[in-house]
């Protein structure tokens, strides 16, 4: 008999199995202009919405395209620029990003993920180093350009990538990017551009927070362990997209999850492998709190908050109060909580993907998991439109209720 997963998984259609290898066949080069020709035009909230948006959650991988390398100052570039607080502008001539170092890697967008940091970094002003700058976190898209140093990728070849904000070059919302070899992995067989685009923000975090920082078993690199490697994990916000990849790989790491989710999404939490799932409808956080403990007790070591600074007071409030335990508030923790002296919270620092090469054995070892089938992929509506809709689409996450699905702009 098909598992629960599976059932869940095959009603709603929103997983992809595990991936199948794709033939790879070439097609020519695609010439592009090499014109100066600067055009920009402001871009509005009430522009009109997408004239078509879709939602997939099986995309077949588009041919492989093999391309002459090309000397990156010919090349035109547009992207969707910050010029202030609160204001964008598509400028449709762009200076194109340079690869400045030799283990550099130039890749063409073909898709892009959209997060809420992208909005809100806008919307109040923070992680914008001048202006005009370039968001965006994660894209997937095609080498165009190697430095002479760079030994694991080609030009041609279908990758992924996450970004530092701190590097205007490396913003996903331009049809080229310039990234650091170590951060850039390979699109696992089988994926399209879509699909692998949510891989650098919600996949990575989820990966690098639970064996990195709180010490789940299944970590690529050699961790010390503080803590019992067994035991509960407490995820609330259970079904945000970077929830989704964290309990399938809490379980794989051994744990037992207890997830808050919604009323309405519960059933994808308990489908991904969930313990027990405690929904927050008409609750308040200390009843939610009640309920979790009258399930496991004492025994919750670890724990991610993916909401805000109230619950991850309640986060605080459930986790053991004898035994030592990690934490780690994705979504702030105020400074007057009151921190039990047997937890230790985490500051999950994702800069460290960039800053710090060896983490690439974390992108590795998640996309060795997606493409063995033992992860799956969170439920993607993708918007075709490229640059053009971005702001829509932030729109889009901004009104909240996404009920666990990914948003991502197809680029053309």
Request: glycine share 8%; proline share 6%; charged share 20%.
């Amino acid at each position: 008999m098909p598992s629960k997963l599976s059932q869940f998984l095959g009603s709603f259609n929103c997983f992809r199995q595990k991936p199948q290898p794709t033939l790879v066949t070439s097609i020519p080069y695609e010439v592009e202009s090499k014109g100066l020709r600067v055009s920009s035009r402001s871009i509005h909230s009430n522009d009109q919405a997408p004239t078509s948006t879709s939602t997939e959650s099986t995309l077949h991988a588009p041919p492989l395209q093999i391309e002459v390398q090309q000397d990156s100052k010919s090349k035109s570039n547009s992207a969707l620029v910050v010029v202030g607080k609160g204001q964008y502008e598509l400028r449709e001539s762009f200076p194109f990003p340079s690869l400045d170092h030799e283990r550099e890697v130039v890749i063409r967008t073909k898709a892009v993920g959209l997060n809420p940091i992208d909005w809100k970094s806008v919307d109040y002003g923070f992680c914008l180093p001048e202006f005009p700058w370039i968001t965006g976190r994660e894209m997937a898209g095609v080498v165009e350009h190697v430095g002479s140093e760079v030994t694991e990728f080609h030009v041609g070849q279908r990758v992924w990538t996450s970004t530092y904000y701190k590097d205007r070059r490396a913003g996903c919302f331009q049809h080229f990017v310039t990234v650091p070899q170590h951060t850039v992995a390979p699109i696992p067989a089988g994926l399209s551009f879509e699909e692998a685009s949510c891989l650098g923000v919600a996949g990575l975090t989820a990966a690098m927070t639970l064996w990195r920082w709180l010490q789940v078993p299944g970590s690529p690199r050699t961790e010390t362990h503080s803590i019992p490697s067994t035991g509960y994990i407490l995820i609330w916000g259970g079904s945000t997209v970077t929830a989704q990849f964290a309990i399938q790989l809490a379980v794989l790491g051994g744990l037992k999850v207890i997830a808050v989710t919604s009323s309405k999404t519960k059933a994808l939490a308990e489908a991904l492998g969930a313990s027990r799932v405690v929904t927050r409808d008409g609750k308040s956080g200390d009843e939610i709190v009640a309920e979790i403990r009258l399930f496991c007790g004492d025994a919750i070591t670890r724990a991610i908050d993916l909401v805000g600074p109230e619950t991850a007071k309640h986060c605080l409030q459930a986790l053991s109060r004898s035994q030592k335990s990690l934490f780690a508030p994705l979504a702030m923790l105020s400074s007057k909580a009151v921190v039990p002296q047997n937890i230790s919270v985490e500051t999950v620092e994702m800069k460290q993907f960039v800053l710090d090469p060896s983490s690439q054995a974390y992108s590795r070892a998640l996309n060795k998991l997606v493409e063995e089938g033992r992860i799956m992929l969170p439920h993607i509506e993708v918007l075709d439109g490229g640059l053009d809709i971005i702001q829509h689409g932030l729109e889009r996450i901004k009104k909240g209720d996404m009920a666990g699905k990914k948003v991502i702009v197809r680029m053309h």
